[in-house]
């Protein structure tokens, strides 16, 4: 896969990644020399690259079909039904079997099970940061009493 400085400079990349991929290739500014994605990875690392890939064309399929089977590594993770049925309908459309609405009914799916997934951590966090309070709480009123008792019996 292939792009070029002009193509992911249109995406404002990080100034840090920027000035590395530019010093890695020996260039002080962006032109229209293909480069590939494989030698973005090699100068800057994972995260450059695949942040990289929003400026590659023509390679969507290949695109979809690694960013599903990178989700597909952590399937397991997933709780609730609607996230392994988007990766379902993901692939299937990167096949061109599913249509553009399908992909995007699939993908409101499973960004409302993602939400109730987050809303219920964050209560549960809420909740247990509530009962560790009360608990701390009540461990030094019963402390105080404790004391009051002690000093008079001494």
């Known amino acids: 896969m292939k792009t070029t ?8 990349p990080c ?5 590395k991929l530019l010093q890695h290739l020996g260039k002080t500014e962006a032109d229209d020399a293909p480069l590939l994605i494989s030698t973005i990875l090699a100068s800057n690392g994972l ?11 023509g390679h969507d399929k290949e695109i979809r079909l690694l960013a599903v089977a990178y989700a597909r590594k952590v399937q397991h993770l997933m709780a ?10 993901a692939e ?3 096949h061109g079997q599913a249509s553009d609405d399908d992909l995007i009914a699939a ?3 499973a960004g ?3 939400w109730a997934a987050a809303s219920a951590a964050a209560r549960d966090a809420a909740r247990d940061a509530a009962r560790d309070a009360a608990r701390e709480s009540q461990a030094t009123m019963l402390l105080d ?5 002690e000093g008079i019996e001494k």
């Open 80 to 89: 609730d039904r609607r996230s392994i049925a988007a990766l379902d309908v």
């Open 107 to 109: 993908r409101a799916a």
């Open 112 to 114: 409302a099970a993602a």
């Open 15 to 19: 100034a840090e990644g920027w000035k």
């Open 47 to 57: 995260d450059d690259a695949l942040w990289c890939l929003r400026a590659v064309d």
């Open 92 to 94: 299937r459309h990167a």
């Open 145 to 149: 009493v404790c004391k009051s008792i």
């Open 5 to 12: 400085l002009n193509a992911i400079r249109k995406y404002l």
